[in-house]
């Protein structure tokens, strides 16, 4: 089955620097696009970035230049560095992949304070 498990959220101060990964297992990763979402407290779930099956990334407005979203199909891995973080950037950030369903990790938290 799909899973994805998010790893490297934390408290980082305003300009600050983060680096998200995402283990993908139970499908083929390699030939699927994949996407980093993020959720503040009482806010809807945003999309943050995308990436295609051959590398070809997608971002918010509100992440571009400061983001980068990558992947490694030979690890099976997702990423998502965050450079000049804001409080603003506060959320639980979730890795996901649409098949014939949503699929969605269990979040990590990632708080921009000082």
């Known amino acids: 089955q799909v899973q994805l498990v998010e790893s490297g959220g934390g408290l980082v101060q305003p300009g600050g620097s983060l680096r998200l990964s995402c283990a993908a297992s139970?499908?083929?990763?390699?030939?699927?696009?994949m996407d980093w979402y993020r959720q503040a407290p009482g806010k809807q779930r945003d999309l943050v970035a995308s990436?295609?099956?051959?590398?070809?990334?997608n971002y918010a407005d509100a992440v571009k230049d400061r983001f980068t979203i990558s992947r490694d199909n030979t690890k099976n891995m997702l990423y998502l560095q965050m450079n000049s973080l804001r409080p603003e950037d506060t959320a639980v950030y979730y890795c996901?992949?649409?098949?014939?369903?949503?699929?969605w990790g269990q979040g990590t938290q990632v708080t921009v304070s000082s």
């Open positions: 139970g499908f083929t990763f390699s030939i699927w696009a």
């Open positions: 990436i295609t099956s051959k590398g070809v990334p």
């Open positions: 996901h992949i649409k098949r014939s369903q949503h699929y």
